[in-house]
């Protein structure tokens, strides 16, 4: 299995950046798909991004396009999300997410195996 660890969140006024980096365990981190998906207070987790083995290939929600993008250093184990022009409605804790040897990139929670903890992100207005 592989594990995975979120960082990067913070408290940021509306119209700013974070960039959230997930580093993952393992020596096969090439071999997994990845994905980022946000929580808010009272509501179901949605899918927000998720990238290909290579970072070839990628997918957003339409809630976000335009302002994140994804991206991975395989030789890192790392996978970053850079979010832009942040709105209030970003607010929420995102988690990584990543499944083995996954060739269709998942946009579903039900695609993903494996679960980072979370982190925080406030967008104040």
């Known amino acids: 299995q592989v594990h995975l660890v979120e960082s990067g969140g913070g408290l940021v006024q509306a119209g700013g950046s974070l960039r959230l980096s997930c580093e993952a365990s393992?020596?096969?981190?090439?071999?997994?798909?990845m994905g980022w998906f946000r929580q808010a207070p009272g509501k179901e987790r949605e899918f927000v991004a998720a990238?290909?083995?290579?970072?070839?290939?990628?997918h957003y929600a339409d809630s976000v396009k335009g302002r994140v993008a994804i991206s991975r250093d395989n030789a890192k184990n790392t996978v970053y999300l850079q979010m832009n022009n942040l709105k209030p409605e970003d607010t929420a804790v995102y988690y990584c997410?990543?499944?083995?040897?996954?060739?269709?990139?998942?946009?579903?929670?039900?695609?993903?195996?494996?679960w980072g903890q979370g982190t925080q992100v406030t967008v104040s207005s």
């Open positions: 997410a990543a499944e083995w040897l996954k060739r269709v990139v998942g946009v579903s929670e039900n695609d993903y195996t494996y």
């Open positions: 990238i290909s083995w290579s970072g070839g290939t990628t």
């Open positions: 393992g020596r096969t981190f090439n071999s997994y798909i």
